[in-house]
């Protein structure tokens, strides 16, 4: 993590919103980086003030207003260097964008904010940023090539790493679903946005929490108090 669009994007990810940033230049600082944590791998932003080496990318900007008299208007000083720094993240973050990422950001937007479907926003909001990107993602797929059985699986997986989904073979509609997790009500939500979503209609999904499903000649699965009856 050293430049300014990578510690934004960690500090989002430690659920801080960019409003709650301000941004200074660090007074003890390594000329070989841009970010001035006291640990140089650090990984966590835990502070909502962000010292920099304004100077590393910045030099034409920031020289002149660094140079001046440390005691000439410190506070103006101050606030227009976050301003600017604010200003130069929106560049950093656009920078290289491709029309599909701005479509999948507008996306994840539009889901977290009810705009997309109502009812699934309190759902998604609760999903970590980086799965909701991804799963943003599905859903642009989704628009663009209709929906299918491989997206569906894609979107439990990213929930559930662990998941196995199964297909019937005597009926290739119905689907078996195994989740190791407990059945919590927030998972139960996450599952269930995941059906309405990218389920294609035409198919049957029965779910299995916890305890997997008997498979006989499978010794994993066939565990007293351990399995469950399909």
Request: proline fraction near 5%; glycine fraction near 2%; hydrophobic fraction near 45%.
């Given at each position: 993590m050293n430049f300014l669009w990578d510690i934004f994007l960690r500090a989002q990810s430690c659920k801080k919103k960019e409003e709650e940033l301000f941004f200074l230049q660090a007074i003890e600082y390594s000329p070989f980086y841009e970010q001035a944590f006291n640990c140089i791998n650090e990984?966590?932003?835990?502070?909502?003030?962000?010292?920099?080496?304004?100077?590393?990318?910045?030099?034409?900007i920031f020289q002149d207003i660094l140079a001046e008299e440390e005691?000439?208007?410190?506070?103006?000083?101050?606030?227009?260097?976050?301003?600017?720094?604010?200003?130069?993240?929106?560049?950093?973050?656009?920078?290289?964008l491709s029309t599909r990422e701005i479509y999948i950001r507008k996306l994840t937007e539009e889901l977290l904010n009810g705009t997309f479907w109502m009812d699934i926003a309190e759902i998604f909001r609760l999903i970590p940023l980086q799965k909701q990107n991804r799963l943003a993602t599905l859903v642009l797929t989704q628009m663009q090539t209709g929906s299918s059985?491989?997206?569906?699986?894609?979107?439990?997986?990213?929930?559930?790493?662990?998941?196995?989904?199964?297909?019937?073979?005597?009926?290739?509609?119905?689907?078996?679903?195994?989740?190791?997790?407990?059945?919590?009500?927030?998972?139960?939500?996450?599952?269930?946005?995941?059906?309405?979503?990218?389920?294609?209609?035409s198919y049957n999904i029965r779910i299995f929490w916890e305890h997997h499903f008997g498979i006989i000649g499978v010794e994993g699965t066939m565990k007293v108090d351990e399995l469950s009856i399909y």
């Open positions: 990984v966590n932003v835990e502070n909502n003030e962000i010292e920099l080496n304004l100077l590393y990318r910045f030099t034409d005691n000439e208007f410190p506070e103006f000083k101050k606030y227009i260097i976050d301003a600017v720094l604010h200003i130069l993240l929106y560049t950093d973050l656009r920078h290289g059985l491989l997206i569906f699986r894609r979107s439990i997986l990213i929930l559930f790493p662990h998941a196995i989904l199964y297909q019937v073979k005597a009926d290739r509609k119905k689907l078996l679903l195994y989740l190791p997790d407990k059945p919590e009500e927030r998972k139960k939500n996450m599952i269930q946005l995941a059906q309405d979503m990218f389920l294609p209609l």
